[in-house]
Antibody
């Protein structure tokens, strides 16, 4: 059974940093593209960043480029999102998701999400 | 970036009836279109990819159609668990973008 479990969310002040993690199991992690998608309160889904199975290919949405870094450790089946210089508009539930096929693509399994709140 | 526009914002339908949800892209995405639904407190779930291919475990009452810029998700014989928010997503090029969602509610 595919499982994705996010962690690392919490309350952080504007300008602060936070690192999210996603523990994956039940599939061949190193062969799967992965992504982070977020949903702000009362808003829709917003794609944030994506990484190929080998980590050779990485993409970011413009609003987080230069502030967020997506990475993966295929030896530990873990996906990460390092977030710096956080802004109020980054407040959202962050989901990690598994790519159905190669990038770009659809995402067939999602975690339950972790809440990031940026506020003073 | 490609803007995805879903309509209507809210759709009220009685259980057992059918519903048609629309998604329009600001430029052609070919058939690189997926549909998801999300119930409150739950993770999003993939329903359709490639505009019309049902994901694993998705019942046949869900069907997708369209190509280019206009897409439709049709749900027949609505059941209680189908009432949720539905999102379309293109993956034609970067950045991937989602529609703003259609809330399907019980009439």
């Amino acid at each position: 059974e595919v499982q994705l479990l996010e962690s690392g969310g919490g309350l952080v002040q504007p300008g602060g940093s936070l690192k999210l993690s996603c523990a994956a199991s039940g599939f061949t992690f190193s062969s799967s593209a992965m992504t982070w998608v977020r949903q702000a309160p009362g808003k829709g889904l917003e794609w944030v960043a994506a990484i190929s199975g080998s980590a050779a290919t990485i993409y970011y949405v413009a609003s987080v480029k230069g502030r967020f870094t997506i990475s993966r450790d295929n030896s530990k089946n873990t996906l990460s999102l390092q977030m710096h210089n956080l802004r109020a508009e980054d407040t959202a539930v962050y989901f990690c998701a598994k790519g159905l096929r190669a990038l770009p693509g659809a995402y067939d399994y999602w975690g339950q999400g972790t809440l990031v709140t940026v506020s003073s | 970036e490609i803007v995805m526009t879903q309509s209507p914002a809210t759709l009220s339908v009685s259980p057992g009836e059918s519903a048609a949800l629309s998604c329009r892209a600001s430029q052609s995405v070919d058939r690189n279109l997926a549909w998801y639904y999300r119930r409150p407190g739950q993770a999003p779930r993939l329903l359709i990819y490639g505009a019309s291919t049902r994901a694993t475990g998705i019942p046949a009452r869900f069907s997708g159609s369209g190509s280019g810029t206009d897409f439709t998700l049709t749900i027949s014989s609505l059941q209680s668990e189908d009432f949720a928010v539905y999102y379309c997503q293109h993956y034609s090029k970067w950045p991937i973008t989602f529609g703003q969602g259609t809330r399907l509610e019980i009439k």
